[in-house]
């Protein structure tokens, strides 16, 4: 009950200052008009006090994004973890992939988006592409950071009794590295998020960001607004939600009756 009472209360702290953001924005600028600008109470007008139908799109649409953000989500952290681990086994790894990986996380993904619908179509490879591509390089940054922060005592406690060194990322890095995964996972979410937005935009047309371009040329803000908002409500919710599961693996952890 008090695990459930603290997420709560972090989704509702989140979303007051989002709402703040949003208001003071639109404040701040009074030049965008309310034909443009809509706000909070204009969202929740048009997704609950309008037509039905105008709900039952954008509950559908974020539930296709949601399933390419997960996609996205998956490839790029099991990428990142595997290479993660790589450069810990391998320095001549870390020489080759390391340079690659920031040469690309340099290139704008909209630049890179044409090409890859070009090389992968538009369906779920190209998603899942780049999903990764979003997901991948924070992540990947972060995990080695942990990994490496193991201590080095254990780990060379583990190669005096013959251990491998795989084993000694096994038993200790990895155990270790978990607050860092953990952010990574963290930051990873809205980034998935984007992802899955950038291949619907450019690539498959379907989902939140598909019906995102389409109201621009219909001055369709309503609907543009009440997308990013639902957008931003998931990201918040799946936000804390990673918090919370990392306070439960951590009291684990810490716990010997536990372990």
Known sequence: MKSLLAFLGSVALATV???AGWVGFLAAFPQIGPRIGQTPMDVWTYLFASKPIHREQ???GLAITLCDAGLGFVVGMVMAVAGAAAVLLSREFERGVVPVATLLRSIPLVTLAPILVATFGRGQLMVAV???????FPAFVTIVAGLRGAPQQSLDLVRAYGGSEAL????VALPAALPALFAAVRISVPGALIGALIAE???TGKGLGSSMLRAIPRYDYPQLWASIAVVAAASIVLYTLVGAVEKVVAQ????PALT
Request: aromatic fraction near 12%.
């Open 17 to 19: 200052l989002v709402l």
């Open 58 to 60: 954008i509950i559908d």
């Open 130 to 136: 780049t999903g990764a591509l979003v997901v991948f």
């Open 168 to 171: 000694a990322l096994r038993m």
């Open 201 to 203: 935009w450019l690539g």
């Open 252 to 255: 684990h952890f810490a716990d």
